[in-house]
């Protein structure tokens, strides 16, 4: 069983670019959620993809976009970067709608986003 | 709407003696509960959760959790701390698409 992947691991941009993450989510999940883990924080959820749909977004503007795939892998989009938007970004798969569903999120190993 | 709060951003034990890391938490409806652990350049890992079942949960690595909804509590204990248990802990709770995560504690032990 393949577990979540990200890539890239690490990036460097510089403020204003746009910046595109990627995600594959676990064997057989077909929800795909990214969070955004600031520096000595805890991760904040950005959204959620589910059947290729915003399935619920957390408290992030709109220059923060996504997509989900066919085969449920996910792509995050970030555009007009700040120097703020530095983080870990993790990516989570689970195989419903959602955690109250007590489907655990399986989470990939993040990529360490830095903007100068 | 939910939320949780970890006491102690920092926690320090002696190698064999007892980890408790605190998470009290808010939420408008019965709560589902996490414990995530974050080892450095790493992802999350699920220690265990809490899903209205039996209120004392045992997860992986010798940890457990018990619910208390008269205290609002869902602190983690191990009995004897090892030093592969040098990590970050995250406490969660559910909405209803995603979790929202407690600050962390940062979990030094000691030799």
């Known amino acids: 069983e393949t577990g979540v992947t990200q890539s890239p691991t690490h990036l460097i941009k510089t403020r204003g670019q746009q910046v595109t993450l990627r995600c594959s989510s676990q064997?057989?999940?077909?929800?795909v959620s990214w969070y955004q883990q600031a520096l000595g924080q805890g991760p904040q959820f950005i959204f959620q993809?589910?059947?290729?749909?915003?399935?619920g977004r957390g408290n992030f503007p709109p220059r923060f976009s996504g997509l989900q795939f066919p085969n449920y892998s996910s792509e995050l989009n970030v555009n007009a970067l700040e120097l703020d938007d530095s983080a870990l970004y993790l990516c989570?798969?689970?195989?419903?709608?959602?955690?109250?569903?007590?489907?655990?999120?399986?989470f990939g190993p993040g990529t360490r986003l830095t903007v100068l | 709407a939910q939320s949780v709060t970890q006491l102690g951003s920092h926690v320090s034990v002696s190698e064999g003696a007892l980890v408790l890391l605190r998470c009290n938490y808010s939420s408008s409806v019965p709560p589902y509960l996490f414990w995530y652990v974050q080892y450095p350049n790493q992802g999350l890992q699920l220690l265990l959760k809490y899903t209205s079942a039996a209120t004392l949960v045992k997860g992986i690595n010798g940890f457990e959790a018990e619910f208390k909804k008269s205290e609002t509590s869902f602190h983690l204990t191990k009995p004897s701390a090892h030093m592969s248990d040098a990590a970050e802990y995250f406490c969660a709770v559910s909405g209803t698409r995603q979790l929202t995560f407690g600050s962390g504690t940062q979990l030094t032990v000691l030799p």
């Open positions: 064997s057989g999940h077909n929800t």
């Open positions: 993809y589910y059947r290729e749909e915003e399935n």
């Open positions: 989570a798969s689970s195989s419903a709608g959602g955690p109250r569903d007590a489907n655990e999120q399986f």
